[in-house]
């Protein structure tokens, strides 16, 4: 009975030191994130894939359903906090990051994922409405959560990730836009954002980078994707032949918010299937 109990008290030793080994070792344990777009798509990746590394979120979007959803997807071991409010208007911004820091305690890590494009856009807008719309939410709403949120950083640093894309580093396919597309021409603005920022905080311990999805399955390109050959035709414009798992997009964005990446700022990075390279 003695060597049982013993080996009982090994166990449960090895036990703990095995689980204090797997938290020691999440990438993002305790950081304090705000992720904006979180009711779908790579915003919700990304809440999932960092809340898994440890980190404390504050889920951001307007769409207070999808908010639930990824919300009820996360592990309760971790705090995470839902925040209705859109990211192009002043207000809503600034209650975000206010949000994040009364509940967490702080902002360690912006993504600024929430976006849209114009073939979601509502049926009554014309082009410049769509124009207004695709900006204002792409453009100025990572400007806006850039801005409060490098407020709360700059005595402690922290790192600012934006989602750019491809299509903000080339043109668009040849016959997939008409050249006035505000897409492209916001998330090349997000690009320029993003550099900008990385030389004005870099002083301030603030690193900024941009990812640069290729074509992924996310609410965005669902209505691109739901005809076989409009698939087939994207799909062969990535030399890998296919489009990306918005999984495959989070866990980018978790090495370059993480401390791994605390030599990297400035960057803009394909995650591509090879699209870029030809």
């Given amino acids: 009975m003695i060597v049982l109990k013993y080996i009982w008290i090994i166990q449960s030793q090895l036990q703990t030191l095995d689980l204090n080994k797997k938290v020691f070792n999440m990438r993002l344990n305790n950081k304090r994130v705000i992720i904006t777009g979180a009711g779908s798509g790579i915003g919700r990746a990304c809440a999932q894939t960092f809340n898994r590394e440890g980190a404390n979120i504050v889920l951001a979007d307007i769409n207070g359903e999808g908010l639930a959803e990824t919300k009820d997807s996360l592990n309760t071991n971790r705090k995470s906090e839902i925040g209705l409010g859109d990211v192009s208007k002043k207000d809503d911004a600034k209650s975000l990051i206010e ?4 509940s967490l305690g702080g902002v360690d890590i912006l993504i600024n994922s929430a976006g849209v ?10 082009f410049e409405q769509i124009w207004d719309w695709v900006i204002d939410v792409n453009l100025k709403g990572t400007y806006l959560m850039s801005h409060f949120a490098v407020e709360k950083m700059k005595g402690s640093g922290g790192s600012i990730l934006n989602l750019a894309s491809i299509i903000g ?6 016959g997939m836009s008409t050249g006035l597309n505000p897409y492209p021409h916001s998330k090349g603005g997000v690009v320029q954002m993003t550099r900008d920022m990385a030389v004005g905080f870099a002083k301030s ?16 390109t669902e209505i691109l994707l739901k005809e076989k050959k409009s698939l087939d035709h994207i799909e062969s414009l990535h030399p890998m032949g296919r489009l990306a798992e918005p999984e495959e997009i989070s866990n980018a964005a978790l090495f370059l918010s993480s ?8 960057v803009c990075l394909p995650v591509d299937g090879g699209y870029t390279a030809q």
């Fill in 99 to 102: 949000l994040t820091e009364k």
């Fill in 117 to 126: 494009s114009p073939r979601n856009a509502p049926e009554e807008y014309d």
């Fill in 169 to 174: 580093l080339v043109g668009y396919n040849q």
């Fill in 205 to 220: 311990n603030i690193r900024v980078n941009a990812l640069c999805p290729g074509f992924s399955k996310t609410n965005l």
């Fill in 259 to 266: 401390d791994e990446a605390s030599f990297i700022t400035g």
